[in-house]
Protein backbone atom coordinates (compact mmCIF):
# COMPACT_ATOMS: atom_id res chain seq x y z
CA UNK A 1 0.00 0.00 0.00
CA UNK A 2 1.05 3.67 -1.06
CA UNK A 3 2.11 5.36 1.84
CA UNK A 4 0.74 8.58 0.64
CA UNK A 5 -2.30 6.72 2.45
CA UNK A 6 -1.02 5.95 6.34
CA UNK A 7 -2.56 8.61 7.36
CA UNK A 8 -5.77 8.23 6.15
CA UNK A 9 -5.99 4.59 6.86
CA UNK A 10 -5.24 5.42 10.74
CA UNK A 11 -7.68 7.51 11.13
CA UNK A 12 -10.02 5.02 9.90
CA UNK A 13 -8.88 2.13 12.56
CA UNK A 14 -9.54 4.54 15.00
CA UNK A 15 -13.75 4.60 13.96
CA UNK A 16 -14.10 1.23 12.33
CA UNK A 17 -11.52 -1.33 14.44
CA UNK A 18 -7.95 -2.57 14.43
CA UNK A 19 -9.03 -5.44 12.20
CA UNK A 20 -8.47 -3.97 9.02
CA UNK A 21 -5.27 -2.29 9.81
CA UNK A 22 -2.59 -5.19 8.94
CA UNK A 23 -4.22 -5.80 5.96
CA UNK A 24 -4.31 -2.17 4.77
CA UNK A 25 -0.23 -1.71 5.57
CA UNK A 26 1.02 -4.68 3.55
CA UNK A 27 2.99 -3.83 0.89
CA UNK A 28 3.23 -7.32 -0.71
CA UNK A 29 -0.40 -8.51 -0.50
CA UNK A 30 -1.65 -10.46 -3.03
CA UNK A 31 -5.05 -10.93 -4.47
CA UNK A 32 -6.23 -14.42 -4.34
CA UNK A 33 -6.13 -16.43 -7.24
CA UNK A 34 -9.83 -16.66 -7.72
CA UNK A 35 -9.88 -12.84 -7.26
CA UNK A 36 -7.83 -11.72 -10.94
CA UNK A 37 -7.75 -8.14 -11.30
CA UNK A 38 -9.27 -6.18 -13.47
CA UNK A 39 -7.53 -5.88 -16.75
CA UNK A 40 -7.96 -2.05 -16.42
CA UNK A 41 -6.26 -1.65 -13.01
CA UNK A 42 -2.56 -0.28 -12.87
CA UNK A 43 -0.68 -2.63 -10.13
CA UNK A 44 -0.69 -6.27 -8.84
CA UNK A 45 -1.26 -5.93 -5.02
CA UNK A 46 -4.61 -6.10 -3.54
CA UNK A 47 -6.40 -3.20 -4.38
CA UNK A 48 -8.92 -3.56 -1.71
CA UNK A 49 -7.63 -0.44 0.31
CA UNK A 50 -5.90 1.56 -2.53
CA UNK A 51 -7.19 0.61 -6.01
CA UNK A 52 -9.11 3.89 -6.99
CA UNK A 53 -5.94 5.65 -5.67
CA UNK A 54 -2.97 3.83 -6.91
CA UNK A 55 -4.92 4.36 -10.27
CA UNK A 56 -5.82 8.06 -10.16
CA UNK A 57 -2.07 8.52 -9.29
CA UNK A 58 -1.32 6.72 -11.82
CA UNK A 59 -3.26 8.21 -14.91
CA UNK A 60 -2.64 12.01 -13.70
CA UNK A 61 1.21 10.68 -13.68
CA UNK A 62 1.40 9.64 -17.03
CA UNK A 63 -0.43 12.56 -17.90
CA UNK A 64 2.04 15.20 -16.73
CA UNK A 65 4.37 13.59 -18.53
CA UNK A 66 2.39 13.46 -21.90
CA UNK A 67 1.54 10.23 -22.00
CA UNK A 68 -2.28 9.23 -23.16
CA UNK A 69 -3.28 6.33 -20.53
CA UNK A 70 -5.08 3.23 -22.08
CA UNK A 71 -8.55 3.91 -22.36
CA UNK A 72 -9.89 1.30 -20.16
CA UNK A 73 -7.91 2.49 -17.50
CA UNK A 74 -9.48 5.52 -17.59
CA UNK A 75 -13.25 3.71 -17.68
CA UNK A 76 -12.16 1.72 -14.91
CA UNK A 77 -11.92 4.42 -12.81
CA UNK A 78 -14.99 6.27 -13.81
CA UNK A 79 -16.77 3.56 -13.49
CA UNK A 80 -15.93 2.98 -9.80
CA UNK A 81 -18.11 6.33 -8.94
CA UNK A 82 -21.34 5.30 -6.77
CA UNK A 83 -24.02 6.88 -7.83
CA UNK A 84 -24.07 9.46 -5.02
CA UNK A 85 -20.70 10.84 -6.68
CA UNK A 86 -18.47 9.38 -4.24
CA UNK A 87 -15.86 6.88 -4.79
CA UNK A 88 -14.97 4.18 -2.44
CA UNK A 89 -11.57 2.72 -2.08
CA UNK A 90 -12.46 -0.53 -4.22
CA UNK A 91 -14.96 -1.80 -5.78
CA UNK A 92 -14.76 -5.59 -6.80
CA UNK A 93 -18.31 -5.41 -8.23
CA UNK A 94 -18.82 -2.02 -10.22
CA UNK A 95 -22.48 -3.45 -11.38
CA UNK A 96 -23.57 -3.80 -7.74
CA UNK A 97 -25.27 -0.52 -6.36
CA UNK A 98 -23.31 1.53 -3.56
CA UNK A 99 -25.26 0.91 -0.48
CA UNK A 100 -24.96 1.79 3.16
CA UNK A 101 -21.97 -0.64 3.85
CA UNK A 102 -20.10 1.03 1.10
CA UNK A 103 -17.15 2.82 3.02
CA UNK A 104 -16.65 6.52 0.61
CA UNK A 105 -13.52 7.66 0.77
CA UNK A 106 -12.75 11.53 0.89
CA UNK A 107 -9.43 10.56 -0.29
CA UNK A 108 -10.15 8.50 -3.09
CA UNK A 109 -12.71 11.27 -4.64
CA UNK A 110 -10.38 13.14 -4.79
CA UNK A 111 -7.46 11.93 -6.30
CA UNK A 112 -10.00 10.48 -8.52
CA UNK A 113 -11.32 14.05 -9.32
CA UNK A 114 -7.32 15.28 -10.14
CA UNK A 115 -7.13 12.66 -12.67
CA UNK A 116 -10.31 12.62 -14.14
CA UNK A 117 -10.42 16.76 -14.69
CA UNK A 118 -6.82 16.58 -15.98
CA UNK A 119 -7.20 13.94 -18.97
CA UNK A 120 -10.52 15.43 -19.96
CA UNK A 121 -13.87 14.39 -21.19
CA UNK A 122 -15.20 13.29 -18.01
CA UNK A 123 -17.17 16.33 -16.84
CA UNK A 124 -19.99 14.65 -15.74
CA UNK A 125 -18.18 12.40 -13.44
CA UNK A 126 -16.21 14.89 -12.02
CA UNK A 127 -18.67 17.10 -11.53
CA UNK A 128 -20.59 14.44 -9.22
CA UNK A 129 -17.75 13.76 -7.75
CA UNK A 130 -17.41 17.32 -6.27
CA UNK A 131 -20.96 17.97 -5.59
CA UNK A 132 -19.93 14.44 -2.99
CA UNK A 133 -17.43 16.21 -1.84
CA UNK A 134 -19.66 19.31 -1.07
CA UNK A 135 -22.07 17.25 0.49
CA UNK A 136 -19.46 15.83 3.29
CA UNK A 137 -17.66 18.88 3.74
CA UNK A 138 -17.74 18.94 8.40
CA UNK A 139 -19.16 22.20 9.87
CA UNK A 140 -14.89 23.32 10.13
CA UNK A 141 -14.81 23.90 6.10
CA UNK A 142 -12.33 20.62 5.88
CA UNK A 143 -12.83 16.67 5.06
CA UNK A 144 -12.19 13.74 6.91
CA UNK A 145 -11.31 10.25 5.40
CA UNK A 146 -14.78 9.12 5.51
CA UNK A 147 -17.72 11.20 6.17
CA UNK A 148 -18.26 11.76 9.72
CA UNK A 149 -15.19 11.42 10.60
CA UNK A 150 -12.92 14.92 12.03
CA UNK A 151 -11.18 17.22 9.28
CA UNK A 152 -7.85 15.71 8.89
CA UNK A 153 -5.08 18.02 6.91
CA UNK A 154 -4.21 15.36 4.28
CA UNK A 155 -7.83 14.92 3.44
CA UNK A 156 -8.73 19.04 3.35
CA UNK A 157 -5.19 19.54 1.58
CA UNK A 158 -6.01 16.72 -1.42
CA UNK A 159 -10.01 18.18 -2.02
CA UNK A 160 -8.64 21.26 -2.03
CA UNK A 161 -6.51 19.71 -5.08
CA UNK A 162 -9.74 18.45 -6.34
CA UNK A 163 -11.96 21.69 -6.10
CA UNK A 164 -8.73 23.47 -7.82
CA UNK A 165 -8.43 20.84 -10.58
CA UNK A 166 -12.19 20.91 -11.23
CA UNK A 167 -12.36 24.80 -11.65
CA UNK A 168 -13.78 25.81 -8.36
CA UNK A 169 -12.54 28.08 -5.90
CA UNK A 170 -11.75 26.21 -2.51
CA UNK A 171 -12.69 29.73 -0.45
CA UNK A 172 -16.08 29.46 -2.62
CA UNK A 173 -17.35 26.00 -0.98
CA UNK A 174 -19.07 26.55 2.20
CA UNK A 175 -19.89 24.36 4.30
CA UNK A 176 -22.99 25.03 6.14
CA UNK A 177 -21.55 27.12 8.85
CA UNK A 178 -19.94 29.19 5.89
CA UNK A 179 -16.47 27.87 7.05
CA UNK A 180 -14.50 26.94 4.06
CA UNK A 181 -11.44 24.84 3.97
CA UNK A 182 -8.75 27.62 4.29
CA UNK A 183 -10.96 27.65 7.73
CA UNK A 184 -9.60 24.55 8.48
CA UNK A 185 -6.51 24.44 8.28
CA UNK A 186 -5.30 26.81 10.50
CA UNK A 187 -6.80 24.94 13.20
CA UNK A 188 -5.27 21.73 11.80
CA UNK A 189 -2.02 23.46 12.25
CA UNK A 190 0.29 23.21 15.53
CA UNK A 191 2.56 25.56 17.61
CA UNK A 192 5.15 27.40 16.46
CA UNK A 193 7.08 25.95 19.78
CA UNK A 194 8.02 22.48 20.20
CA UNK A 195 6.19 21.44 17.22
CA UNK A 196 7.82 23.89 14.61
CA UNK A 197 4.45 25.23 13.30
CA UNK A 198 3.81 21.53 11.67
CA UNK A 199 0.25 20.27 10.53
CA UNK A 200 -0.69 17.49 12.54
CA UNK A 201 -2.01 13.56 12.48
CA UNK A 202 -4.35 13.00 15.36
CA UNK A 203 -3.41 9.99 17.35
CA UNK A 204 -5.45 7.19 17.20
CA UNK A 205 -6.73 6.32 20.65
CA UNK A 206 -6.88 10.02 22.44
CA UNK A 207 -7.46 12.58 19.07
CA UNK A 208 -4.38 14.75 20.36
CA UNK A 209 -2.68 15.93 17.55
CA UNK A 210 1.42 15.57 16.65
CA UNK A 211 3.52 16.80 14.58
CA UNK A 212 3.73 14.80 11.00
CA UNK A 213 5.48 15.27 7.87
CA UNK A 214 2.44 14.02 5.63
CA UNK A 215 -0.17 15.69 6.94
CA UNK A 216 2.46 19.04 6.24
CA UNK A 217 3.04 18.29 3.12
CA UNK A 218 -0.79 17.72 2.17
CA UNK A 219 -1.39 21.18 4.11
CA UNK A 220 1.07 22.86 2.56
CA UNK A 221 -0.20 21.94 -1.13
CA UNK A 222 -3.70 22.77 0.42
CA UNK A 223 -2.63 26.43 1.75
CA UNK A 224 -1.11 27.49 -1.33
CA UNK A 225 -4.38 25.91 -3.47
CA UNK A 226 -2.09 23.24 -5.23
CA UNK A 227 -2.83 19.63 -6.44
CA UNK A 228 -0.48 16.39 -7.10
CA UNK A 229 0.90 18.72 -10.42
CA UNK A 230 3.16 21.13 -9.20
CA UNK A 231 5.29 22.86 -11.56
CA UNK A 232 8.44 23.85 -10.27
CA UNK A 233 8.99 27.41 -9.18
CA UNK A 234 10.51 29.83 -11.25
CA UNK A 235 11.82 32.34 -8.44
CA UNK A 236 13.27 31.05 -4.83
CA UNK A 237 11.51 32.15 -1.72
CA UNK A 238 12.60 33.53 1.25
CA UNK A 239 13.09 31.57 4.01
CA UNK A 240 9.28 31.45 6.31
CA UNK A 241 9.40 32.98 9.84
CA UNK A 242 7.12 31.21 11.83
CA UNK A 243 3.61 33.07 13.48
CA UNK A 244 0.44 32.25 15.08
CA UNK A 245 -1.44 30.36 11.94
CA UNK A 246 -4.43 32.56 12.05
CA UNK A 247 -4.95 32.27 8.18
CA UNK A 248 -4.47 28.95 5.72
CA UNK A 249 -1.28 30.79 4.20
CA UNK A 250 0.33 31.27 7.60
CA UNK A 251 -0.63 28.23 8.58
CA UNK A 252 1.04 26.91 5.30
CA UNK A 253 4.21 29.34 5.83
CA UNK A 254 4.72 27.72 9.02
CA UNK A 255 4.33 24.20 7.36
CA UNK A 256 7.20 25.38 5.10
CA UNK A 257 9.54 25.91 7.58
CA UNK A 258 8.86 22.78 9.69
CA UNK A 259 9.30 20.67 6.23
CA UNK A 260 12.93 22.60 5.57
CA UNK A 261 13.72 22.12 9.07
CA UNK A 262 13.25 18.78 9.30
CA UNK A 263 14.45 17.75 5.68
CA UNK A 264 17.95 19.64 6.87
CA UNK A 265 18.19 17.52 9.92
CA UNK A 266 17.23 14.20 7.57
CA UNK A 267 19.96 15.04 5.08
CA UNK A 268 17.23 16.09 2.33
CA UNK A 269 14.44 13.13 3.18
CA UNK A 270 12.47 12.31 5.62
CA UNK A 271 12.58 9.32 8.20
CA UNK A 272 9.31 7.18 9.22
CA UNK A 273 7.33 7.78 12.02
CA UNK A 274 5.43 4.45 11.46
CA UNK A 275 5.64 2.23 14.47
CA UNK A 276 8.76 -0.69 13.87
CA UNK A 277 10.26 1.70 11.35
CA UNK A 278 13.35 3.41 13.14
CA UNK A 279 15.99 5.13 11.23
CA UNK A 280 14.01 4.30 8.32
CA UNK A 281 13.66 6.50 5.27
CA UNK A 282 10.42 8.12 4.19
CA UNK A 283 9.99 8.13 0.40
CA UNK A 284 6.88 8.33 -0.15
CA UNK A 285 6.33 11.26 2.26
CA UNK A 286 9.73 12.92 1.10
CA UNK A 287 7.80 12.86 -2.53
CA UNK A 288 5.11 14.55 -1.15
CA UNK A 289 7.18 17.18 0.70
CA UNK A 290 9.28 17.90 -2.54
CA UNK A 291 5.71 18.66 -4.10
CA UNK A 292 4.99 21.14 -0.99
CA UNK A 293 8.09 22.83 -1.27
CA UNK A 294 7.44 23.95 -4.78
CA UNK A 295 4.42 25.02 -4.03
CA UNK A 296 5.98 27.44 -1.49
CA UNK A 297 8.77 28.69 -3.59
CA UNK A 298 11.21 26.79 -1.83
CA UNK A 299 12.86 25.36 -5.21
CA UNK A 300 16.13 25.08 -3.42
CA UNK A 301 15.30 22.01 -1.08
CA UNK A 302 12.89 21.01 -3.27
CA UNK A 303 15.80 20.13 -6.13
CA UNK A 304 17.81 18.42 -3.07
CA UNK A 305 15.43 16.02 -1.92
CA UNK A 306 14.28 14.78 -5.27
CA UNK A 307 17.76 14.43 -6.34
CA UNK A 308 18.29 12.44 -2.41
CA UNK A 309 15.02 10.70 -4.10
CA UNK A 310 16.62 10.10 -7.72
CA UNK A 311 19.59 8.02 -6.09
CA UNK A 312 17.67 6.02 -3.35
CA UNK A 313 13.81 4.92 -4.56
CA UNK A 314 14.63 2.51 -7.27
CA UNK A 315 13.89 -0.73 -4.81
CA UNK A 316 11.61 1.47 -2.72
CA UNK A 317 9.19 2.07 -6.47
CA UNK A 318 9.86 -1.35 -7.57
CA UNK A 319 8.46 -2.91 -4.24
CA UNK A 320 5.02 -0.30 -4.13
CA UNK A 321 4.21 -0.09 -7.35
CA UNK A 322 2.52 2.65 -9.63
CA UNK A 323 1.49 4.91 -7.03
CA UNK A 324 5.05 5.31 -6.20
CA UNK A 325 6.19 5.66 -9.33
CA UNK A 326 3.74 8.48 -9.36
CA UNK A 327 4.51 10.00 -6.90
CA UNK A 328 8.05 9.99 -7.87
CA UNK A 329 6.79 11.57 -11.69
CA UNK A 330 5.16 14.03 -9.66
CA UNK A 331 8.25 14.82 -7.48
CA UNK A 332 10.57 14.91 -10.29
CA UNK A 333 8.12 17.85 -12.31
CA UNK A 334 7.77 19.83 -8.89
CA UNK A 335 11.64 19.87 -8.86
CA UNK A 336 12.29 20.67 -12.87
CA UNK A 337 13.82 17.10 -12.96
CA UNK A 338 13.39 14.56 -16.36
CA UNK A 339 11.17 11.99 -14.92
CA UNK A 340 12.57 9.70 -17.95
CA UNK A 341 15.97 9.85 -16.10
CA UNK A 342 15.40 10.14 -12.90
CA UNK A 343 18.61 8.65 -11.60
CA UNK A 344 19.41 7.02 -14.59
CA UNK A 345 15.58 5.02 -14.06
CA UNK A 346 13.12 5.90 -17.02
CA UNK A 347 9.94 6.42 -14.29
CA UNK A 348 7.43 7.06 -17.21
CA UNK A 349 8.36 3.37 -18.75
CA UNK A 350 8.53 1.69 -15.50
CA UNK A 351 4.96 3.45 -14.56
CA UNK A 352 3.65 2.36 -17.83
CA UNK A 353 4.38 -1.20 -17.45
CA UNK A 354 2.63 -1.80 -14.52
CA UNK A 355 -0.95 -2.01 -16.12
CA UNK A 356 -2.22 -1.74 -19.76
CA UNK A 357 -0.52 -0.38 -22.57
CA UNK A 358 -1.09 3.64 -22.91
CA UNK A 359 -2.54 4.77 -26.04
CA UNK A 360 0.09 7.10 -26.88
CA UNK A 361 2.63 9.34 -25.29
CA UNK A 362 3.76 12.77 -26.94
CA UNK A 363 7.47 11.48 -26.61
CA UNK A 364 6.26 8.81 -29.51
CA UNK A 365 4.52 11.07 -31.37
CA UNK A 366 7.18 13.21 -31.87
CA UNK A 367 9.66 10.45 -32.74
CA UNK A 368 7.10 9.26 -35.90
CA UNK A 369 6.20 12.88 -36.62
CA UNK A 370 10.35 13.57 -37.16
CA UNK A 371 10.67 10.02 -38.92
CA UNK A 372 7.60 11.05 -41.28
CA UNK A 373 8.43 14.89 -42.25
CA UNK A 374 11.31 15.86 -40.46
CA UNK A 375 14.39 13.71 -40.45
CA UNK A 376 17.29 13.36 -42.85
CA UNK A 377 16.58 9.33 -43.83
CA UNK A 378 17.18 7.15 -46.64
CA UNK A 379 14.61 7.83 -49.00
CA UNK A 380 16.05 11.78 -48.64
CA UNK A 381 19.46 10.37 -49.92
CA UNK A 382 17.65 8.83 -52.90
CA UNK A 383 15.49 11.76 -53.76
CA UNK A 384 18.75 13.65 -54.13
CA UNK A 385 20.39 10.98 -56.36
CA UNK A 386 17.07 11.06 -58.61
CA UNK A 387 17.78 14.66 -59.03
CA UNK A 388 21.23 14.64 -60.02
CA UNK A 389 20.40 11.67 -61.97
CA UNK A 390 17.72 12.37 -64.23
CA UNK A 391 16.66 15.66 -63.35
CA UNK A 392 13.62 14.88 -61.48
CA UNK A 393 13.24 15.90 -58.04
CA UNK A 394 11.23 16.65 -54.91
CA UNK A 395 10.72 20.00 -53.22
CA UNK A 396 11.48 18.40 -49.56
CA UNK A 397 10.97 20.25 -46.47
CA UNK A 398 10.30 20.28 -42.77
CA UNK A 399 10.86 21.58 -39.85
CA UNK A 400 12.37 18.96 -36.98
CA UNK A 401 9.87 19.39 -34.01
CA UNK A 402 12.01 19.22 -30.92
CA UNK A 403 11.38 16.33 -28.97
CA UNK A 404 9.21 16.75 -25.50
CA UNK A 405 11.07 14.57 -22.84
Known sequence: MNVRRSAAVLAAVAVFGSVAAPAAFA??????????????????????FDGVFR??????????????????????????????????????DATEPCDSKTMFDSNATASA??????????????????GWLRSVQNKDGGWGYTPGMDSDANSTGIVIGALVAAGEKPEGVKAQSGKTAYSALPALSMSCGKDGGAFG???????????????TAAGVLGGHGKGLVVD???????????????????????????????????????MSSMAGA?????????????????????????????????????????????????????????????????????????LNAQGPAPQATEKAADEKKDSDDGGVSIW??????????????????GNRKKQQL
Not at 206 to 215: E, F, V, Y
Not at 237 to 259: F, I, M, R, V
Request: proline share 4%.
Open 55 to 92: QSYALLAQNSAGVKPAAKAVDWLAGQQCDSGGFAAYRA
Open 232 to 270: AAKKQSAAPKCAKADTAEQAASNGTGYLLKTLAKGDDHL
Open 380 to 397: WIIGVGLVAGIGIGFLYS
Open 278 to 350: KNMPDLGNTADAVLALAAAGQQEQAKKSAEWLSKNSADWAKKSGPAAYAQLIFAAHAAGMDPRDFGGTDLVKQ
Open 113 to 130: VQALAALGGQKKTVDKAV
Open 27 to 48: DTAKPSPSAALPSGLYGDEDPK
Open 201 to 215: LADVKSGKLSPNADA
